[in-house]
């Protein structure tokens, strides 16, 4: 009798772990994808092929993954916003906690390993000689922050204060362009103003007039797209 009792509840706890995969398929396809980039960073690094500099390629790469990620959590809405994809409000959370993890390795990598955990010539760097790093760690600083609010508990806590906190996430985005086109050489500098075009653009999205103006394109297009053409009526003799 147990053992039937057993196989009828590990029966059922396998139907409740693929109805999870089928009905949340979208979130695990897009968590997974976001960290494919470290799981293929660590594969390398692994593997002993991260080139002459590994330093080097660990901060490009983190680096990049955090600035990808985060936009892709300030696109979420805009998706929204545009395209109805409701889909992508589940993911937003998500996203933001990965471009955190990534900033957090790219941070350890840039003190530990280019810096030796020598804090006072860091200082001394990201004052007087290198402003792209105190750009990037007040970013990491408001990802930080954002991350350790994103609780359920603390949206309870803030009220609507928790809106206007975690819209901080856009200066985070600036801070870390900044960051990047700081740090970049003058030939290299296209990608970060390319992210920065892209930043403009989100938050275009967000200001109430383009908002709404995109709001009711959508729903106008939508009933066009849904409306049929009514059957001809025939004459009744």
Known sequence: MSSQFRTAEDTRKRGSALQAVRTQWFWWAVTLGALAPLAWLVWRFWQGSLGVDPVNT???????AALIVLFLSLACTPLNTIFGLRRALTVRKSLGLIAFLYATLHLANFIGL????????????AVFEMPYILAGIVALLILSVLALTSTRGWMKR???GWKRL????????GL???HFLW??????????LIYAGVLG???????PPVRRWLVAQRTRLGGAKTARPLPSAKLVK
């Open 114 to 125: 280019d810096y030796g955990f020598d804090f006072d010539f860091l200082l001394h760097d």
């Open 201 to 207: 653009l989100l938050l275009l999205v967000r200001v």
């Open 183 to 192: 740090q970049a050489k003058a030939a290299e500098r296209a990608e970060p």
């Open 158 to 160: 803030l009220g609507r």
């Open 166 to 173: 975690h819209r901080l996430a856009y200066a985070a985005g």
């Open 58 to 64: 660990i901060n490009n790469e983190t680096g990049r």
């Open 176 to 178: 870390v362009v900044l």
